[in-house]
């Protein structure tokens, strides 16, 4: 059993489960002979979940079943069916719309999503679309409100019953032909389903291209204005103003100026500078005292050779100096950048007076940071090195020591570090004061000397005895030391070694 609903975007087939929802399949046929259904809006389409209909008045609120048509208000709605159990499974479930207390009336909805299963034992499955999936998905496409009513009308034109097993019941009137629309079904107060959305039509396609241009302009003006970098979205950049690109950077505000005012009169012509070089960034704003004498400098200089460069000339796109109030307000100006009286030119407090260079030299990017680094340089190398500094007085305290270490004979047979013709008293007067250590001399003295070293020489080869062979192993036993004891052993001998040299020394 099945009936074939013409729509205003195509045809949908409904294929009805006669045996498992006898109830509501009646209620749907009988509706749809009496024609019940014409011109009935889907007032809700929800994206992937329903799209609902069946109300002749278009509000959601109204229709009543064909019981209510035949005996009253009385049976408007009839109850629901519980059994057996059909879920709401697939795409294209056709269901009878619950009014809130388990009843139902005329309207019915059409699911465009699978396993919404939070329908199920809320509202009567009664049947699906067997064809038709193609406008199930420009239903399920439509632009809708917040409220999910379609911006343009989707309505049902005409339901065609294609097998209806069930017998009409006594007092029910078969229209012969489809009734005609009222004007309260037609007038929804939205655009009609048979109206074409067509802003082009009967336009050139250079007037089209305009008019996309025209709107591409204002989103982007929307967006620069969200973003900040607009006062307001009809902000418009002036139209006597030239943007250069691409210049040489030895390219000054004068040479411009000459080379454009032969277009018309020049108020105002600056490169633009970095603020603490002071070199030219390479681009300009040339600005002429009407439209139409930039409009000729646009033609004709684009591409010019200007100081080996080929520069390129655009109309400015930039607000940057005036702030726009509102409509009727007038602008107000950027500070720093008003005229000082009513004639006065902008002038660009970045600009700088003297263009010329002053030399031909570019300064270093990292040179104060070279410095710093040559300085720390300079501080670890000392630190590394101030041991090794000594005052003048030390150094003469040092060179005795120096030269006391080898005390050979010459061919006389007198000793270096003595003349032949001092006497004795006068080489033991000075052996003494050589001997006298200063603080100087004694800090030298004892930073040369390690406790390693000390170690290592006093066990040189002289002192050492090698150990007898008959020795028992109680005997070694018996020898063995602790090494606090050792260290003891070994500083008295390095001692006594030490006073021996002294008197070889100086016998």
């Known amino acids: 059993m099945a009936v074939l609903l013409e729509t205003s975007i195509g045809e949908l087939t409904v294929d009805l489960y006669t045996d498992e929802r006898p109830t509501c399949c009646k209620n749907f046929l009988k509706l749809c002979k009496i024609k019940y259904y014409n011109f009935c809006l889907f007032h809700s389409v929800q994206r992937n979940l329903v799209a609902q209909t069946g109300d002749p008045t278009g509000s959601g609120k109204g229709g009543e079943s064909v019981y209510g ?18 879920k709401h499974k697939k795409v294209g479930t056709v269901s009878m719309v619950n009014n809130g207390s388990n009843m139902h009336g005329s309207q019915f909805f059409i699911t465009l999503g699978e396993n919404l ?70 007038d929804s107060g ?18 089209i291209q305009e008019i996309k241009e025209e709107r591409e302009a204002k989103a982007n003006a929307q967006i620069l204005t969200m973003v900040g970098d607009l006062p307001d979205e009809e902000m418009a950049p002036p139209e006597n103003v030239l943007f250069v690109c691409k210049l040489n950077p030895v390219t000054t505000d004068e040479d411009l100026e000459v080379i454009f005012s032969r277009f018309g009169t020049i108020k105002s012509c600056e490169v633009i500078r970095d603020r603490k070089t002071e070199e030219s960034l390479q681009y300009a704003f040339i600005e002429f005292d009407n439209p139409q004498s930039c409009e000729n400098a646009y033609f004709k ?43 006065d030119d902008f002038t ?21 940071d070279d410095d710093d680094y040559n300085e720390d340089k300079a501080k670890k190398k000392k630190k590394k090195h101030k041991h090794k500094k000594y005052s003048s007085s030390d150094e003469e305290t040092i060179q005795p020591l120096k030269m006391k270490k080898s005390h050979k004979k010459d061919y006389h047979g007198n000793r270096r570090g003595r003349s032949p013709d001092s006497s004795e008293e006068d080489y033991r007067r000075k052996n003494i004061r050589t001997k006298s250590r200063s603080p ?27 150990r007898s062979k008959s020795r028992s192993p109680v005997r070694r036993k018996q020898r063995s030391r602790s090494p606090k004891r050792q260290r003891s052993r070994s500083r008295e001998r390095y001692h006594r070694e030490k006073h021996r040299e002294k008197d070889r020394r100086y016998r």
């Open 440 to 466: 100087v001399r004694k800090k030298y003295r004892s930073k040369s000397r390690s406790p390693i070293r000390r170690k290592q020489k006093s066990r040189s080869p002289v002192r050492r005895k090698p």
């Open 190 to 207: 939205r655009i009609g389903a048979d109206e074409e959305i067509d802003d082009f039509k009967g336009l050139t396609e250079h007037e």
């Open 348 to 368: 660009s407090k970045y600009r700088v007076k003297d263009n010329t260079r002053k030399d031909n030299k570019y300064d270093l990017v990292f040179d104060d």
């Open 69 to 86: 048509l035949l005996y009253g208000d009385q049976a408007k709605y009839f109850d629901m069916e519980f059994s057996p159990r059909l």
């Open 301 to 343: 200089m684009d591409n010019v050779l200007i100081d080996d460069r080929r520069i390129h000339v655009d109309f400015s796109q930039s607000v940057s100096k005036i702030k726009w109030k509102g409509k009727g307000k007038g602008v107000e100006y950027a500070k720093g950048m008003q005229p000082q009286n009513d004639g």
């Open 117 to 186: 299963d939070y329908l199920d034992n809320q509202h009567t499955v009664f049947g699906e679309i067997g064809e038709g999936f193609d406008v199930l998905s420009k239903l399920n496409e439509a632009f809708c409100d917040k409220e999910h009513r379609p911006y343009q009308d989707i309505r049902i034109y005409h339901t065609i019953i294609l097998d209806d097993p069930f017998d009409d019941p006594a007092g029910l009137e078969i229209p012969d032909r489809s009734p005609e629309p009222t004007k309260e079904q037609l």
